[in-house]
């Protein structure tokens, strides 16, 4: 008997294991709230204002469970929007126009309507119960899409990570936006930030960048901000980007993870890279592995200890498209608290793969607008490289970068916050000024387009070897401040002659030889 006993509770066991969940989902009956439904729909009939506390809850036509509803509420928002009163007989008479009356259940029906409806004064908590009805039932739905694209062998497995994720932030994005609000409240709000800001010691809100010229005038990379930077090949953009991260990671008081995803180069590049920065010891030496003694300890003294702790993230993926870009981004800062994101560069990375017909300007445009919007809903700063067009080599004089010089698409422009450039004189062999003093490593970083802050021209120093840069020093130099410049910056004719304008000179030549003063130099990227 206790043999047969174990058996039967074996058998048991195995019946609840073996139970499909898809289809206990699909036998019950899908969340609804049909007296609500009805009580909603009276009360807007019977009260003048009820229409506008119903919209407030955000309901649409498609949150009715039953079709008739839904046919009755579109008739209504559609007399809204032409400013007709909303009672029965307009409602009658609008279901009459679109045909649709007698599929609602005529006249009687509307009328049946308002008898239900005992008071309006609950009206916006019975539509918030409809909409909860309604994400209820949608999340049925796309739960099951989900299941049976997962069973799907032809499925790729990010694509459906990715579609799953957005599916669920659109029920977020399209039901339940935030309201507006009055402005006390943002008053309060806002003088509370203010006064948290005064009693900072620094001035920094943002992300650092590890340069005190560049946080004087962006107070740190804000979150929701998109930000370009932007350069031609060879100019030293991965190299800056790397900076930026090992600053931002590093950061003594305020250190940020950091999200790094580079289409072009390996990850085990862009880490010898940061630990050439980081160590002051040259590339070449480190990728070679031709390192003394001393240089060894030096690497892991100066550049391993305290690097291997850091919180940088780095995703070498080549073909990353955005829809696999985003899925990666929320899970990174979801996980790891990421507050700065990377990515080198915006024209390697792809759309999506559905619309293969759109030429690649589209597609910019809508990698663009995707990576801002990403930039809100994940409330971190965005940093996205950009190749430059070859029309600044083209121009005779002034090979100084300009908005309209950003490569395929107009529309990063216009969804960044900031547009920032790099121009090296040296990178065009122009070594020195016009009192012949020394700008062969002078970069200069020109803010084009700054949403919330002024436009401003920024030195830096570059120093190849070690693929580092810091602020100019014209102590160092002996530029002294005289220095010609090719005038006022095409977008800020205002500019000041150390804000808005670039150097150049006439590069020094050896012999009819151009002559930069380093010895088998390799272009910076």
């Not at 130099?477 to 090719?486: A, D």
Request: charged residues 25%.
């Amino acid at each position: 008997m206790e043999i047969i006993s174990n058996l039967g509770r074996d058998n048991k066991k195995r019946r609840k294991s073996n139970i499909d969940l898809s289809t206990m989902v699909y036998g019950k009956v899908p969340p609804q709230a049909r007296e609500l439904e009805e009580a909603v729909l009276g009360a807007i009939m019977l009260e003048k204002g009820a229409f506008d506390k119903v919209v407030d809850v955000n309901l649409k036509s498609e949150c009715f469970y039953v079709e008739a509803h839904q046919h009755i509420y579109k008739a209504m928002q559609d007399m809204q929007q032409q400013s007709i009163p909303i009672d029965i007989l307009t409602v009658v008479e609008e279901l009459k126009r679109k045909e649709l009356l007698q599929q609602v259940g005529g006249a009687y029906y509307i009328t049946k309507l308002t008898n239900t409806v005992v008071s309006t004064a609950n009206i916006d908590a019975h539509a918030r119960i409809i909409l909860q009805k309604f994400i209820q039932r949608e999340l049925i739905r796309i739960s099951g899409e989900i299941i049976g694209d997962a069973y799907e062998d032809s499925t790729d497995v990010f694509d459906l990570l990715d579609d799953s994720e957005t599916k669920m932030f659109n029920i977020t994005n399209n039901y339940l936006k935030k309201n507006f609000e009055d402005i006390g409240s943002v008053l309060t709000t806002t003088i509370n930030r203010i006064d948290y800001l005064r009693t900072r010691e620094d001035d920094i809100s943002g992300v650092p960048s590890g340069f005190s010229n560049i946080d004087s005038i962006t107070f740190g990379w804000q979150p929701t901000d998109l930000l370009i930077l932007a350069a031609r090949p060879g100019v030293g953009k991965t190299a800056f980007a790397l900076n930026l991260a090992r600053n931002a990671a590093l950061h003594p008081i305020k250190p940020t993870a950091v999200g790094f995803f580079s289409l072009e180069m390996s990850a085990s590049q862009l880490v010898q890279r940061i630990l050439s920065a980081e160590s002051e010891i040259p590339l070449q030496k480190i990728s070679r592995g031709r390192l003394e003694e001393h240089e060894y300890q030096q690497l892991h003294t100066k550049g391993i200890k305290r690097l291997e702790q850091a919180p940088l993230f780095i995703d070498d993926t080549a073909a990353l498209n955005i829809f696999e870009f985003r899925a990666k981004a929320r899970r990174l800062v979801n996980n790891h608290k990421v507050g700065l994101i990377i990515i080198d560069y915006l024209q390697l990375m792809s759309g999506s793969s559905e619309n293969r017909n759109t030429n690649r300007e589209q597609e910019i445009s809508t990698i663009s607008r995707n990576l801002k919007a990403l930039a809100k809903e994940l409330s971190v700063p965005i940093i996205a490289l950009s190749q430059l067009s070859r029309a600044v080599e083209s121009r005779k004089e002034s090979k100084v970068p300009q908005l309209s010089d950003l490569r395929e698409s107009g529309a990063i422009e216009q969804d960044a916050d900031m547009v920032m450039f790099i121009y090296r004189p040296g990178y065009y062999e122009i070594t020195a000024n016009e009192n012949g003093e020394n700008i062969k490593d002078l970069a200069e970083l020109k803010i084009a387009k700054h949403r919330n802050g002024s436009l401003e021209t920024l030195q830096l120093k570059m120093i190849p070897e070690i693929q580092k840069f810091e602020v100019w020093d014209r102590g160092d130099s002996g530029l002294g401040g005289n220095y010609k410049s090719l005038g006022p910056s095409p977008n800020n004719p205002s500019d000041s002659q150390n804000g808005g304008k670039f150097l150049y000179q006439t590069s020094k030549m050896n012999n009819g030889n151009f002559d930069d003063g380093y010895d088998n130099e390799q272009p910076i990227d």
